[in-house]
């Protein structure tokens, strides 16, 4: 069965800086493309970053994400990443790994398995 396991997630200060970690199996990962994910208590899932297959990157448009975060992936491991740096408040969410096997894509619903999320928490 495939199974998408996030990892790294935790409390930080504002300023500070997290890397999450998304381990695959079950699926042959160097096929799909992968997704960052955030949400928030009562908010909408928003997206992050993807990387393809070869590994071009798409990052969301917000200025809350560029130039922050990067995403990176180890074909051999198995293992897509998620660099968090100068983190603000804004940024908490539960922050959710998923995979595409379609076309990259940053639509939730173009994805078609998810983790179970990571809690990243950022304080003032």
């Known amino acids: 069965q495939v199974q998408l396991v996030e990892s790294g997630g935790g409390l930080v200060q504002a300023g500070g800086s997290l890397r999450l970690s998304c381990a695959a199996s079950g699926l042959t990962f160097s096929r799909y493309a992968m997704g960052w994910f955030r949400q928030a208590p009562g908010k909408e899932r928003e997206f992050v970053a993807t990387?393809?297959?070869?590994?071009?990157?798409?990052?969301a448009a917000s200025d809350s994400v560029k130039g922050r975060f990067t995403i990176s992936r180890d074909n051999a491991k198995n293992t897509v990443y998620l660099q968090m740096n100068s983190l603000k408040p804004e940024d908490t969410a539960i922050y959710y790994c998923a995979a595409n096997l379609g076309s990259q894509s940053y639509a939730p619903r173009e994805f078609d398995y998810w983790g179970q999320g990571t809690q990243v928490t950022v304080s003032s």
């Open positions: 990387i393809s297959w070869d590994g071009g990157v798409i990052y």
